[in-house]
Every structure is written in structure tokens, then in C-alpha cells.
T-cell receptor, first 115, second 110 residues
Framework: EADIYQTPRYLVIGTGKKITLECSQT?????MYWYQQDPGMELHLIHY???????EKGDLSSESTVSRIRTEHFPLTLESARPSHTSQYLC??????????????FGSGTRLTVV | AQRVTQPEKLLSVFKGAPVELKCNYS??????LFWYVQYSRQRLQLLLR??SRESIKGFTADLNKGETSFHLKKPFAQEEDSAMYYC????????????FGKGTKLSVIP
């Protein structure tokens, strides 16, 4: 089934550990995004990609990094996790806006807790 | 810079009452506006987009460029409408990014 998948759903990890949040989509979308969302708060764009080998930083400064080696895969990595990284991370993908304005398809999110 | 404002953090209405979730935006060009909804324990999903001029689950939203608003309305609230609602703006200027408001939590009282 065409969808967008995020793993893990929940992650509790110690300070200083390296973590990678996975995001994959099977819809063939070129555009992918990572948003950070604290509970009950707005979404902040932290990274986006318009295609393979294309990555850009979003509006919210983040210590995380991303890669886009394959169209369907857009992982997010934190080299050294800190308690300030505790948040929910949402991955999304989209088709082109200029012809259809379809909007985003979101994954279920990864809730990260750094202790 | 573009901005989306949802003035109400929480909105409580009785079942059967009309609902209006407010959304105002600031953007100098011609924006594309969206409403997203997140039900409890579900993922964020697209509810409707202004270019479609559609009604989804009884909800409608009209883009008012004069008032720079895109309020979400439903004439008769249902309990299953209880959720978090986010208004989002796409600038359309060669950008694929969406700017989200802070969201409004709608609670429908039985």
C-alpha cells in the first residue's frame, strides 16, 4: 500500500548516543520533509529535500542532519543526542504543488525522549 | 515572511452547535491554504485545501484575500470532530514548504 512509514514510533535513549530516525515512502514523491513538534505546539520545519542528493535546512535550526540517497528514503540523524532534542519528529512527503496543490502526506511520527 | 495565526488554542462547542476555527495569514503573494487535522492517536492528515473548494466531513473553508483569512466552518458539530486542527500556508513561489499555525484543539461536548 502506498504510504509513508516512520520507525521507531517511540525511542528513549541516553545522552550522547547517536540515533537515526527512519522515514520511507512508497508513493514515488520527490519532495520530503522533517518537522519537529512539541506536544500541543506548532510544527517547525527542520529539513527538506526536493529529490535525490538534495537536502536543505528548514526554518528551525537543528543539530540533526539528513541524507537523500534514494527517492524513497529520508533518514534523520543526531550524532550526539541531548535532552533538548526530546520532541516528536514528523516526516512528510508531497507531490508538486504547482499543478495540484495536493499538500503533504505525513508519517505517524517518532516520539524521541533523551534522558 | 509568511505567517499563519490561529488565535484560539482551544475551542469547546456543544454537539450540534456551529463550529468556526479561525485562521489568518500574512503573505504578500497568492497563497495556497490548507487545513490539516489530527485525531487522537492518529497521524496528521489533510482535511481540505482551498483550491478544491470542497466540503470534507461537513467542513468548508473559504479563502478571503481581503481579510487574509481561511476560517474552517461546520454548521453542526459532531463528537467525532474533536481533534487538533492546523491551518497551513504554501507560498507557491517555487517553494514546496508549508508553514503551519500553532493549531486549535476542538472539543465537542456531548
Amino acid at each position: 500500500e502506498a504510504d509513508i512509514y516512520q520507525t521507531p514510533r517511540y525511542l528513549v535513549i541516553g545522552t550522547g548516543k547517536k540515533i537515526t530516525l527512519e522515514c520511507s515512502q512508497t508513493m514515488g514523491h520527490d519532495k520530503m520533509y522533517w518537522y519537529q513538534q512539541d506536544p500541543g505546539m506548532e510544527l517547525h520545519l527542520i529539513h527538506y529535500s526536493y529529490g535525490v542528493n538534495s537536502t536543505e535546512k528548514g526554518d528551525l535550526s537543528s543539530e540533526s542532519t539528513v541524507s537523500r540517497i534514494r527517492t524513497e528514503h529520508f533518514p534523520l540523524t543526531l550524532e550526539s543526542a541531548r535532552p533538548s532534542h526530546t520532541s516528536q519528529y514528523l516526516c512528510a512527503s508531497s507531490e508538486s504543488f504547482w499543478d495540484t496543490g495536493y499538500g503533504y502526506t505525513f508519517g505517524s511520527g517518532t516520539r524521541l525522549t533523551v534522558v | 515572511a509568511q505567517r499563519v495565526t490561529q488565535p484560539e488554542k482551544l475551542l469547546s462547542v456543544f454537539k450540534g452547535a456551529p463550529v468556526e476555527l479561525k485562521c489568518n495569514y500574512s503573505y504578500s503573494g497568492s497563497p495556497e491554504l490548507f487545513w490539516y487535522v489530527q485525531y487522537s492517536r492518529q497521524r496528521l492528515q489533510l482535511l481540505l485545501r482551498h483550491i478544491s473548494r470542497e466540503s470534507i466531513k461537513g467542513f468548508t473553508a473559504d479563502l478571503n484575500k481581503g481579510e487574509t483569512s481561511f476560517h474552517l466552518k461546520k454548521p453542526f458539530a459532531q463528537e467525532e470532530d474533536s481533534a487538533m486542527y492546523y491551518c497551513a500556508l504554501h507560498s507557491g513561489a517555487g517553494s514546496y514548504q508549508l508553514t503551519f499555525g500553532k493549531g486549535t484543539k476542538l472539543s465537542v461536548i456531548p
